[in-house]
């Protein structure tokens, strides 16, 4: 393995972190409007246990929704079950279990859901790794390209008719999925998604959160296809001081703790943009966005090539073994 392949992933992802730290040193975080009540509407949040996907589970639930935490570890599920409850004890919260490195996990817990018959309006694909060592989810995968995006294509997939037949032309079901600004520097190696050559944990981290963004796009051009009232957006929490910074090196660990508390986002700022994207009336049939603070952006160059998404979402299905949606 070569040194410049090492180093390169590493520097840009460090670049990007950085314009993104000095944006909110100079710009204030985006600040939630009131939100009309959720009553009766269904959501699932994976990795809602703790960060960013708890206060995204959290305000959902306050809004009045029947909030679902899918995560893989029991204990920490049922703990934020309680933590939420005891804020607010008539909200109607909990916690399923789904390891979003299995596929067989997945396909458990779609089929636990929909036993149950309930509805599904929103589907937050939340839950993340970051710049683990190289080593495979339960099927093989790379772990960044398994866990940040196989599992939750999957996911998607699967509850695509759940999500179909629960929305309106007045109010469409939506689909949130959490990328990150690292998509900016990152490539998509389709001959090698599972980065077995090479490996570098930024570049595997940048390239699962940029096929999230190119997955998102080239699914809202399929809900438009079919006329589905179901909406996809892609948010972007930026640099928030969350858990999943626990595998930087150590010097990178004693930098982030001198600049976290004044210029990283807090879990709840991180989670803004996610709920917006989650209920805001004025996203309404809107899809196909990116959004950062609050705010519709334009994402990388490389995330509007049509083509490259196709073979994206083909290479996906195989991967994942489902058959492909005709176009």
């Known amino acids: 393995m070569s040194f ?20 909110q040193l100079f710009n204030e975080s985006f600040t939630l ?9 269904v959501a699932i949040v994976t990795g809602g246990v703790k960060g960013i996907g708890f206060e995204t589970a959290r305000h959902l639930a306050r809004l009045g929704m029947h909030v679902i935490i899918a995560g893989h570890i029991d204990s920490e599920g049922q703990e934020a079950v309680k ?15 789904l390891d979003l490195t299995s596929l067989n996990s997945v396909c458990q817990f779609v089929k636990s859901f929909k036993n149950r018959g309930l509805p599904l309006h929103v589907l ?26 196989l599992g939750h294509f999957l996911l998607t997939s699967l509850l695509l008719d759940t999500l179909k037949t629960s929305g ?14 690292t998509h900016y520097v990152g490539s998509l190696n389709l001959e090698d998604l599972q980065s077995s050559c090479c490996y570098s944990p930024y570049g ?9 963004v190119m997955f998102t796009y080239h699914l809202q051009q399929q809900l438009l296809t079919d006329g589905s009232h179901v909406t996809a957006n892609v948010v972007d929490p930026g640099v928030v001081n969350t858990d999943l910074y626990q595998h930087i090196s150590w010097p990178a660990k004693l930098c982030k703790w001198i600049v976290a508390w004044f210029l990283f986002r807090t879990p ?8 917006y994207a989650a209920v805001a009336p004025d996203l309404e049939g809107t899809g196909g966005c990116y959004l950062y603070n609050g705010q519709k952006v334009k994402s990388a160059d490389i995330t509007y090539d049509e083509q490259l998404q196709h073979q994206l979402y083909h290479q996906s299905c195989d991967l994942v073994r489902i058959a492909e949606r005709s176009r």
């Open 4 to 23: 410049l392949a090492l180093v390169i992933p590493l520097l840009k992802v460090y670049y990007v972190g950085l314009k993104v730290l000095l944006y």
């Open 168 to 181: 309106s032309a007045d109010s469409c079901s939506r689909v949130v999925t959490v990328s990150s600004a």
């Open 83 to 97: 933590r939420i409850k005891a804020e607010y004890p008539h909200d109607k919260v909990e916690f399923e279990h």
């Open 204 to 212: 595997a981290y940048a390239q699962s959160k940029l096929a999230l």
């Open 33 to 41: 409007p009131a939100f009309p009540k959720q009553n009766g509407r």
């Open 124 to 149: 937050v694909n939340n839950a993340a790794v970051m710049l683990v060592p190289q080593r495979r989810t339960k099927d093989g995968f790379e772990e960044h390209i398994g866990l940040n995006y």
């Open 268 to 275: 709840e700022q991180g989670a803004s943009t996610s709920i």
